[in-house]
């Protein structure tokens, strides 16, 4: 799988697309074959507040329920209704299927997380 270049990526596998102040979140193609079929998408609610390396929300599937972790500080502007009724959209499009969108209050932040071929040597060490 590759993963796209224009996304950062944290070790806790989200990816985070950024266009100016905005931010779409969601889970790697990794995290999803890891957790396999998704049955339920928790996300915070509009005007939540998100910080950096803390949980907001999880992912619950067949075989485990994972916390969520946000790359970024903000303000969630947007969720994704569309899990709430097809929660699978994940499985099959992960880089396609964001979860929430943030307004970062700390854009700097997003120059920590890794790159993709950093995310890929990452996960390439975690399954040796």
Not at 45 to 63: H, L, N, Q
Request: glycine share 8%.
């Amino acid at each position: 799988m590759a993963y796209p270049k224009e996304y950062r990526y944290t070790r806790e596998h989200e990816w985070i697309r950024l266009d100016g102040e905005t931010g779409t979140i969601g889970i790697t193609d990794y995290a999803q074959n890891s957790l396999g079929d998704i049955v339920f998408v928790d996300a915070p609610k509009v005007g939540d507040a998100v910080e950096a390396g803390k949980t907001f929300g999880s992912v619950e599937s067949v075989k485990a329920v994972s916390d969520l972790y946000s790359p970024v500080t903000g303000t969630v502007t947007a969720v994704n209704a569309e899990l709430t009724g097809a929660p699978e959209k994940i499985n099959t499009a992960a880089h396609d299927a964001w979860i929430i969108k943030v307004k970062l209050t700390k854009p700097d932040e997003a120059a920590s997380l890794l790159s993709a071929a950093d995310y890929e040597a990452f996960i390439a060490e975690e399954t040796a």
